[in-house]
């Protein structure tokens, strides 16, 4: 009603205004026509009179003349009338003629558009006619001829007075009813408006409503019927976009200028997301206890995942959900299988999950590691899947479910979800909790559509990870890949331009964010020096002071190219003899997955290859290979690293790779190469590493070679521009990201009054 009145009223007035300036335009143009009526009508009664006229002249009678002019004089509009013989003569006229009209002026009345006279009865119109001996009268208001000079057939000139002011009158009502038909105007143009207005306001909002929600005008109309507005979509589609860059675009400033430190993590926490509860799952926990006799060890496994998200938590004061795989896990939680953690400062809560040896055999070793892991790596090891794994597998994931229902303090937690050891997680947690915001990342690759068709739960499995509001992934090829899946297998709407993913009534967005690690590295990770480093770490293997060491730090999976980096090793050997005695690479293997067949095959070949490089190149001084199938705790690692001439990663396959990225951190002296598989996600951020294709020993022979012999100034090149990727993409900004993704997400939903559900 306020929205009518604010328009109908400056409507009606821009009209009237219109009206006012229009009216007096409609006054000439009036008169225009009625003095052309006056004339025609002068000529008539000229006409009439012509011959009665010329009889009383001609008669001399004067007085009779003037009687028979007030005769005429009946016909209410002719006002006065006159008869002059010459322009000297007097004028025979009615009563009534104005003064102003005489036989001397007769000439001004006819000069064209001078025949008006305003006098005391308002307006006058004066003609002058000729009278002709042996022709009837014409007007020559047309003419420029002088028609007051005498010739032999002019008897003088009739003057008729005509009485304007019906004019005026008329004049009057023709503005009157010009107002009203604009009024009328008015007022049909403002109702149409406003209805049409009103129409299209509520169709527009519901649109804006619909896309500020990420949805409605471009989901399909099954889903949602009201939404489906054909016409709004191209609109809808360039708002959406227009959006998505501003907040792109923002994002891009904002992160620029924001240092990435877990201060910066917090702010965005009880900023942003207004200190909501955060909740992380995943199967492996950042701290396992272990029995050892009569002690109680903490221990940290090697997990790229953990790594990651540990200093995430610890800014973060939220629960983290995990599986509690140490012997003396159980001894020390609470009543609600809770412990805080790190030991030594608690800032966050783990939430253990106990699962029984049937559960963890068919869910981690069986459908994760020997189906999903070589699954999702191209690593050439066949997967297996069971049903029976597959059964453990769903019945896990709602397990964690459930505990992330008990968990969460309120109804829209924010929950973290790691992996592929989860992927019916997120579903499953949409269901318990529709308005929770669920970050899901996954930490390995993900494959083309036609490797993952082989997996005889695909669909269940893409439908899991759609209950996601944000579906992570290290990099675009990977987001690609499962968005190329999602499309082949589900009937779901992709947008390729956005990466939004809409199935079963919710939105998806799948993302790209590479994972990374803290920056700056703990202090005390760094506190030994480089030549001390360097000297203790030969000392303790046996090795000359100037020894060149390698060294590799992964867990001993096949999909981590140890093989081949034995053999490239080999290889630089056989090339470059003169390495032979003078080089070493100490390799830290961390058991994992012990229990499956492929990984105990795998460390079995791993160490009887590099008992046999050994062997072979043995003669001359140190061994070439130094392997160590144990469990190294970060700080060794990282006196590793400062201690060697050159890390080699060679995975066949990788999400992301961290241990490329520690290294670079660890190494503050700017010194050191590094050699890097270009089928890690960490070689599309790390350049200045030598890339290598693991698979091609000479190449990577080369690399070796070509690290051992760089130069200091140009190691201390690549370094310094790698290490200043890895300080700008550090791990706080891989989660802040995501949590603004998550924020924004739901600022979205609160601004349009939506619950989570419909992400
Ligand atoms: O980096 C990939 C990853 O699967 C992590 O997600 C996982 O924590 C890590 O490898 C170690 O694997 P696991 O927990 O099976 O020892």
């Known amino acids: 009603m306020r929205l009518s009145l604010r328009f109908v009223l400056p409507l009606l007035l821009v009209l009237a205004g219109i009206a006012y300036a229009v009216a007096p335009l409609v006054d000439r143009m009036t008169l225009r026509w009625f003095v052309r009526d006056i004339e025609i009508r002068a000529e008539l009664i000229a006409n ?68 008006l006279l305003s006098g005391a009865r308002g307006l006058l119109h004066v003609a002058v006619l000729p009278v002709n001996t042996d022709t009837p009268a014409v007007t020559d208001t047309t003419t420029e001829t002088d028609t007051t000079t005498p010739t032999t057939t002019a008897a003088g000139h009739l003057v008729l007075v005509h009485d304007m002011s019906f004019m005026t009158r008329r004049s009057e009502e023709t503005k009157r009813y010009l107002f009203y038909v604009f009024m009328a105007l008015a007022a049909a143009v403002s109702l149409i408006t406003v209805v049409v207005a009103q129409l299209s306001w509520r169709g527009w909002m519901a649109g804006m409503q619909a896309l500020l929600r990420g949805e409605g005008l471009l989901r399909r109309p099954e889903v949602s019927p009201q939404s489906s507005l054909p016409g709004f979509k191209p609109i809808a589609r360039d708002l959406q976009r227009l959006i998505k860059e501003l907040e792109s675009e923002n994002r891009a400033r904002d992160e620029s200028q924001l240092t990435w430190s877990p201060d910066t993590l917090r702010t965005i926490l009880h900023g942003e997301l207004r200190g909501e509860d955060v909740i992380v799952v995943s199967n492996r926990e950042p701290y396992i206890h272990q029995r050892r006799g009569e002690m109680v060890e903490v221990q940290r496994p090697a997990s790229g995942l953990v790594t990651a998200l540990e200093p995430i938590m610890r800014a973060c004061s939220g629960t983290w959900i995990a599986h509690g795989s ?92 790691q992996d592929y050891h989860f992927a019916l997680l997120p579903k499953m947690i949409r269901d318990e909790l529709p308005d929770a915001t669920i970050i899901s990342f996954w930490h390995i690759p993900w494959p083309n559509p036609e490797s993952f068709a082989i997996c005889p739960w695909r669909e269940e499995i893409l439908a899991g990870m759609l209950g996601s509001s944000i579906m992570g992934f ?66 303790r293997n046996g090795l000359p002071q100037e020894h060149k060491l390698g060294i590799g730090v992964d867990r001993l999976d096949y999909t981590k190219g140890i093989l081949e980096r034995f053999r490239s090793i080999e290889r630089l050997l056989e090339l470059n003899p003169d390495w032979i005695g003078r080089f070493t690479f100490v390799q830290i293997a961390a058991p994992t997955r012990s229990s499956i067949d492929e990984y105990q095959h795998h460390e079995a070949q791993v160490r009887a290859l590099a008992a046999r490089i050994n062997a072979r190149f043995d003669r001359r001084g140190p061994p070439p290979i130094v392997l160590k199938v144990e469990q190294h705790a970060t700080p060794q690692v990282y006196e590793y690293f400062r201690a060697s001439d050159l890390c080699f990663v060679s995975s066949l396959h990788d999400g992301m790779n961290l241990v490329a990225k520690e290294f670079v951190a660890a190494r503050d002296d700017e010194r050191g190469v590094l050699i890097l598989s270009e089928f890690t996600g960490a070689a599309r951020e790390l350049p200045e590493s030598l890339i290598v294709n693991p698979y091609d020993s000479d190449q990577c022979a080369a690399a070796l070679h070509l690290a051992l012999s760089m130069p200091d100034l140009e190691q201390r090149d690549r370094m310094r521009l790698m290490r200043g990727l890895v300080a700008e993409f550090n791990v706080f900004r891989w989660a802040g990201r995501m949590l603004l993704d998550a924020a924004s997400k739901r600022k979205r939903r609160r601004l349009v009054g939506k619950p989570e559900r419909a992400d």
């Open 48 to 115: 009439t009179i012509h011959g009665p006229l010329l009889e009383q002249l001609a008669a001399g009678k004067k007085a009779k003349t003037s009687e028979f002019f007030n005769r005429i004089l009946q016909d209410e509009r002719l006002y006065a009338i006159g008869y002059c013989a010459t322009t000297t003569a007097p004028m025979l006229a009615s009563r009534t003629l104005p003064a102003e009209v005489t036989c001397a002026s007769l000439q001004r009345w006819k000069a064209p558009g001078e025949q």
């Open 326 to 417: 140490g012997s003396a896990d159980q001894e020390v939680v609470d009543s609600h299988d809770r412990i805080a953690v790190p030991p030594e400062h608690p800032a966050y809560q783990i939430r253990r999950v106990w699962l029984t040896p049937e559960e963890e055999a068919g869910y981690y070793y069986g459908f994760s590691n020997e189906g999903m892991w070589p699954l999702c790596h191209i690593a050439h090891v066949r997967p297996i899947f069971r049903s029976s794994d597959w059964a453990q597998y769903v019945a896990v994931n709602r397990k964690f479910a459930q505990a992330v229902v008990k968990e969460s303090k309120t109804r829209n937690p924010i929950v973290l979800v």
């Open 474 to 539: 290290h990099t675009q090829f990977h987001c690609n890949n499962f968005v190329d899946t999602v499309d082949r297998f589900l009937e779901a709407r992709v947008d390729r331009e956005s990466f939004d993913v809409s199935f079963g009534g919710k939105m998806t967005a799948v993302r790209r964010y590479p994972i990374s690690i803290e920056w700056p590295p703990e202090p005390a990770l760094l506190k030994k020096s480089v030549p001390e480093c360097r000297s203790e770490i030969r000392s």
